[in-house]
């Protein structure tokens, strides 16, 4: 069983910048955040292949955030820019043994517990 754990959540101001973390326990291939805002269902945000090198991002936040990873970390990170009100949420790391990118959350065996974005206008 891999365990993720996220860090690197807060508060930040409109336009200011947060970088979050994920940590496996094991190892794990794809990678992604998704993120659920309050009374909203979860959605995709970002994802990673194995390799670093395939990427694929949400239309809102493409061009801002930046999904990278150090597999000699098992870390997966992302570097959020030029945050908005509406990226307030809790956000979620997941992994899964597959190769290839994916948006879909079906597609992960492994979620984090979350952590708190929180950005004010």
């Known amino acids: 069983q891999v365990q993720l754990v996220e860090s690197g959540g807060g508060l930040a101001q409109a336009g200011g910048s947060l970088r979050l973390s994920c940590a496996a326990s094991?190892?794990?291939?794809?990678k992604a955040w998704f993120r659920q805002a309050p009374g909203k269902e979860r959605e995709f945000v970002a994802t990673i292949n194995w390799t670093g090198g395939s990427t694929d991002y949400a239309d809102s936040v493409k061009g801002r955030f930046t999904i990278s990873r150090d597999n000699a970390k098992s870390t997966v990170y992302l570097q959020m820019n030029n945050l908005k009100p509406e990226d307030t949420a809790v956000y979620y790391c997941a992994a899964s043994h597959g190769v290839s990118t994916s948006k879909l959350p079906g597609d992960y065996d492994y979620w984090g517990q979350g952590t708190q974005v929180t950005v004010s206008s």
């Open positions: 094991g190892r794990t291939y794809r």
